[in-house]
């Protein structure tokens, strides 16, 4: 977070974080004034101060986007919507798409607050059908914000417009277009920050963008390149940033491969040197991409396998009638008890050279993956014990509150990481994009909300309670089409 904003030019000016604050209010009269069209427009101003005190700055956001892969966090209630009812946020959102195309008359700190603001409003609304018919033309403009990376600013946000556009688009031809340059982005800028943010917007291209099976492992193999060379393979060395977002994405594209057993033996190695790290952050990404490889060496069982196949006594440990399904059909690695005690003392680890808050994250994420690693059966969980009754190990499964009044159960390590790219892409707008039938999200997450009942005080709660109940019944009526 503190390398983005460090590095936000790269002449290596600073900006301070009051002046970050008031990027949404400068952006209006700046672009108002540079515009011949709408001179001093009283309009703007007031839509680019209301859009300021409503949403952080953009340099902010994108300084999350590092802060680790797990969400130590379990409630989602800072991601409520909180746009007035009355903007008028349409008119702006095309006044900055017709900006970023008129590239010829604009700077490069005129195309930094109109990426700023594309980004802020593709993420707190829904924008598909109004970037329909612009698709092409902002691949374009986005690509030589990219390609010529006048500054980092400029750059890291244009991934961040590709990002999200990707994943609001539902356009099959997106990844096609961008891959050759995202990919000589990440091997050529001499920028760390950027190389990161290219690593992400390939990760999130590569899903959503249009891309096969085949496609998918390819690029899983270059991010494991990454991991496993320590950034070196892209320029980057021991660079943590680079080495997070490929760790992250690798895993994310993983969700989606429906059999890994022949990649599993080799990424597990890669990401048991990674647990060595002195980041924590690189140690818990390759600690759930182990969980995850783990948990997908299981699989439900079928009409073909004996009843008393996989017997070994794991199933008494299993949760859930759905777990006492799930059948083992290769080794994740082979040497599972060695894995076992580096995160046993992971999960344990103490000293004075850890902060109390990156200790406490190891322990809880590292207990979690260890429940996994030692049965596969078992998902996401936020603690493990022993039940000195019965000497079994029992834990409680990560339960995710989404606003104030629902909450998702993430039962499988593959739900934790997908909901992770998705809240690291759409952060506070994470439940407009949910509530307003973003396809990619709802297929992203074949998850039902369960509802929350707030007790209710006053006619303004109640209505707001209205509202979400009446979403949560619209989602449970459409589940069979996440299924």
Same mark, same amino acid.
């Given at each position: ?64 986007? @590092? ?39 604009? @700077? ?188 997908? @060496? ?186």
């Amino acid at each position: 977070m503190h390398d983005l904003r460090r590095q936000a030019l790269e002449s290596g000016k600073t900006i301070s974080r009051k002046a970050l604050s008031r990027e949404g209010s400068r952006s209006g009269s700046r672009l108002s004034s540079a515009r011949n069209s709408r001179p001093n427009s009283r309009q703007n101003s007031r839509q680019s101060s209301r859009a300021a005190s409503r949403y952080a700055s953009e340099d902010e956001d994108n300084g999350s986007l @590092s802060d680790g892969t797990a969400f130590s966090t379990t409630s989602f209630d800072e991601l409520d919507n909180p746009e007035a009812d009355n903007y008028d946020w349409p008119t702006e959102l095309a006044e900055r798409i017709e900006e970023l195309l008129d590239r010829k008359r604009s @700077s490069v700190q005129g195309r930094e607050e109109a990426l700023a603001a594309y980004c802020r409003l593709s993420k707190y609304h829904y924008v598909e059908e109004h970037i329909r018919g612009h698709i092409q033309d902002l691949l374009g403009a986005l690509s030589k914000s990219i390609k010529h990376e006048s500054s980092v600013r400029e750059t890291t946000l244009a991934l961040k417009a590709l990002e999200l556009m990707a994943v609001t688009a539902n356009d099959d031809r997106i990844y096609d277009a961008v891959e050759p340059l995202l990919t000589r982005t990440i091997r050529d800028s001499k920028s760390m920050v950027v190389k990161a943010a290219a690593i992400h917007c390939l990760g999130t291209c590569t899903y959503f963008g249009g891309t096969g099976e085949e496609g998918k492992l390819d690029q899983m193999n270059f991010f494991l390149d990454i991991v496993a060379s320590d950034g070196h393979s892209i320029d980057a060395p021991d660079d943590a940033g680079a080495v997070t977002a490929a760790l992250q994405q690798w895993g994310f594209l993983a969700t989606d491969i429906e059999d890994l057993a022949g990649e599993s033996e080799e990424a597990v190695e890669s990401f048991i040197e990674q647990l060595e790290s002195s980041e924590p952050r690189v140690q818990i990404a390759a600690g759930e991409n182990i969980a995850l490889l783990y948990e997908k @060496s299981y699989t439900p069982r079928g009409d073909d396998d004996d009843d008393d196949e996989d017997s070994s006594g794991e199933d008494s440990d299993s949760d859930s009638d759905d777990d006492q399904h799930l059948v083992k059909r290769y080794d994740a690695y082979h040497d599972t008890r060695q894995l076992e005690q580096l995160l046993q003392s992971l999960a344990t680890v103490s000293g004075k050279h850890i902060s109390k808050r990156d200790r406490k994250t190891l322990h809880t994420n590292f207990s979690s993956i260890l429940t996994t690693v030692e049965n596969p059966r078992r998902g996401p969980m936020y603690s493990k014990a022993i039940d000195q009754d019965t000497n079994r190990r029992y834990g409680s499964k990560r339960r995710v509150r989404i606003g104030r009044d629902a909450v998702m159960n993430v039962d499988r390590w593959w739900k934790w990481i997908r909901l992770a790219s998705l809240r690291r892409i759409l952060q506070g707008g994470f439940l407009e994009h949910y509530y307003q039938g973003n396809r990619a999200v709802l297929n992203s997450l074949p998850m039902i909300l369960q509802e929350e009942r707030p007790m209710v005080t006053d006619r303004a709660a109640a209505k707001k309670a209205a509202k979400y109940r009446n979403s949560v019944r619209r989602m449970v009526l459409e589940e069979d089409m996440w299924e």
